[in-house]
C-alpha cells in the first residue's frame, strides 16, 4: 500500500483541500490553516519547502485583503476575484499531488517532490514556490478572472493599474521577508549590501508580474482554441519547472 504523500497530516490537508475559498477572507483563512498544518509535517534538517512559501503567500494575500478593506483599489470586484482564482490554482495543484494524480503541473511537483528530502534553503524554497504561481498560475487566473467578469486584460485601465498595486505590496514585504529566511552570518553581509537585495527582488517581482500579464493576454487571445490553450500550459509548465528545479538545486542555494 502507497504511504499517503503528506505522512501523518495528510488527512488534515485533504480535509482541507475539499472545497475551494469563496473569497478572499477565505483563501486567508484556508492559507493559515494550510500553514498550521505544513508546519507539522515531520521535520526535515532545516525546514519545510512549502511552508516557507506557504508563509510568504499568507502575508501577501493578507496585505491584499487589508487593501480591499480599505478601498485601495479601483476596481475591488476585479482584485478580489483574481485573487479567488488565484488562490484556486494553488490548492488544487496541492489537491492533485494528495491524490497523486499525475496531472500535478510539474511546475508544482518539483517543490512537493521535496517535502521528505534532501533539504531546500528556506528563501529557494520559497522564491521557487514564487515562480511555480506567478509564472504558471497567474497568467490563467488572470484569463479565468476576465472571463468571468466579461472584461479582458487591457493595458492601463483600472484593472490593470489594480494589478500592478500588487507589485507595491511586494516592494513594501520584500525586506522583512527575506530578512526572515536569513541565518545571523547572512544578514550580517545583508546590512553590507544595503538595499540593494531589496531593490532588485523587487524588480524581479515586477518583471516576472509583467510576464504573467503579457502571458494572460496571449491565452485570452485563444482561450476558444483548445489545443492552443493546452500548448501555452504546456509551455509556461516546462518553463516554469525548469526554473523550480534550479531554484531547488544547489545553485540555489547562491540566493541565500
Known amino acids: 500500500m502507497t504511504a499517503p504523500v503528506w505522512g501523518p497530516v495528510h488527512q488534515d490537508i485533504a480535509d482541507l483541500l475539499a472545497d475551494h475559498p469563496a473569497d478572499v477572507p477565505a483563501v486567508v483563512d484556508h492559507l493559515t490553516k494550510l500553514q498550521d498544518v505544513l508546519v507539522r509535517l515531520p521535520p526535515l534538517h532545516q525546514s519545510c519547502p512549502l511552508a516557507d512559501f506557504n508563509g510568504l503567500y499568507l502575508t501577501i494575500t493578507a496585505k491584499v485583503l487589508e487593501r480591499l478593506y480599505d478601498g485601495r483599489f479601483a476596481d475591488p470586484a476585479f482584485l478580489s476575484r483574481l485573487d479567488v482564482e488565484f488562490a484556486a490554482r494553488y490548492f488544487d495543484a496541492l489537491r492533485l499531488w ?40 497567474l497568467p490563467f487566473a488572470l484569463v479565468t478572472t476576465f472571463d468571468h467578469l466579461e472584461s479582458e486584460p487591457a493595458d492601463d485601465g483600472d484593472q490593470h493599474r489594480d494589478y500592478l498595486q500588487i507589485n507595491e ?75 523550480g528545479r534550479l531554484l531547488l538545486s544547489p545553485l540555489g542555494a547562491l540566493l541565500q
Do not use: K
Request: proline residues 5%; glycine residues 6%.
Open 98 to 137: 494528495t491524490e497523486s494524480s499525475p496531472y500535478t503541473p510539474q511546475a508544482w511537483a518539483c517543490i512537493f517532490e521535496r517535502m521528505h528530502g534532501p533539504d531546500v534553503r528556506p528563501l529557494p524554497a520559497a522564491a521557487a514556490g514564487v515562480n511555480a504561481h506567478i509564472n504558471f498560475d
Open 169 to 243: 505590496i511586494f516592494a513594501e514585504s520584500i525586506p522583512t521577508l527575506r530578512r526572515g529566511y536569513l541565518d545571523r552570518w547572512q544578514l550580517i553581509i545583508d546590512t553590507l549590501n544595503g538595499d540593494l537585495d531589496d531593490w532588485y527582488q523587487g524588480e524581479l517581482v515586477q518583471y516576472t508580474r509583467d510576464v504573467a500579464w503579457r502571458n494572460a493576454q496571449r491565452i485570452w487571445r485563444v482561450r476558444h482554441d483548445a489545443h492552443a490553450r493546452e500548448r501555452e500550459r504546456d509551455r509556461l509548465d516546462g518553463t516554469a519547472s525548469r526554473l
